[in-house]
């Protein structure tokens, strides 16, 4: 069974700049596993931030941005607000049609 | 504007048969490329990807769960049926669904973001 794994929580200052990355327990993650990423707030739905490794979905600011880099892909948070505050989510496309989650990334804004 | 919505009992007994609904409008699902899946988020932990069904009829599901799930779609009533077999408290979740565009290119499809969901109904698993 493919495992996902993220960060379980990561920190940044406001203003900063922070990357998240996103792994499989065995092998690397290609552009063939049109990575997502999602954020969610608490007693939220998740909303979706970008898709096929790099694409920003409808209405995302441009601080946000995604890439691979090296075995992983990577979602990048460039001057961080505090509304930025959030779990993140991504989600690999694995094959046989199927979709992994990452177990998820509480970042913290401070 | 696109929207989907969940439904279903709130509480479900171990052993029973959970069935959960979603009416969704603003898309079809018998245009190329149109998916819908289901996830779920048990309370305090990491979402989860449970199954997805396809404007083909085609159906997936997740390893870890395709024994006891299984999705269908009514195009006349805009709407998906999950339905999840022999309930067990470790499944008590809050469950969403959502829209999953995909694209074609050189040969097959691949999926855009799950771009719009609902806002999730709560499944508590308990005698």
């Known amino acids: 069974q493919t495992v996902v794994t993220q960060e379980p929580s990561f920190s940044v200052s406001p203003g900063g700049t922070v990357t998240l990355t996103c792994g499989l327990s065995s092998g690397s993650v290609s552009t063939s596993y049109y990575p997502s990423w999602y954020q969610q707030t608490p007693g939220q739905a998740p909303r979706a931030l970008i898709y096929?490794?790099?694409i920003r979905s409808s209405g995302v600011p441009d601080r946000f941005s995604g890439s691979i880099l090296g075995n992983k892909a990577a979602l990048t948070i460039t001057g961080a607000q505090s509304d930025d505050e959030s779990d993140y989510y991504c989600?690999?496309?694995?094959?046989?049609?199927?979709?992994?989650f990452g177990g998820g990334t509480k970042l913290t804004v401070l | 504007q696109v929207t989907l919505r969940e439904s279903g009992p709130a509480l479900v007994k171990p052993t029973q048969t959970l069935t959960l609904t979603c009416t969704f409008s603003g898309f079809s699902l018998t245009t190329s490329g149109m998916c819908v899946s289901w996830i779920r988020q048990p309370p305090g932990k990491a979402l989860e990807w449970l199954a997805r069904?396809?404007?083909?009829?085609?159906?997936y599901y997740s390893t870890s769960l395709k024994t006891r799930l299984t999705i269908s779609k009514d195009t006349s009533k805009n709407q998906v049926v999950l339905t999840m077999a022999n309930m067990e408290p470790v499944d008590t979740a809050t469950y969403f669904c959502?829209?999953?565009?995909?694209?074609?290119?050189?040969?097959?499809?691949?999926?855009?973001?799950?771009?719009?969901w609902g806002q999730g109904t709560t499944v508590t698993v308990s005698s």
């Open positions: 069904i396809d404007w083909d009829d085609d159906e």
């Open positions: 096929s490794t790099n």
């Open positions: 989600v690999l496309f694995v094959g046989n049609g199927i979709l992994v």
């Open positions: 959502a829209r999953v565009p995909f694209y074609y290119g050189s040969g097959s499809y691949y999926p855009l973001a799950m771009d719009v």
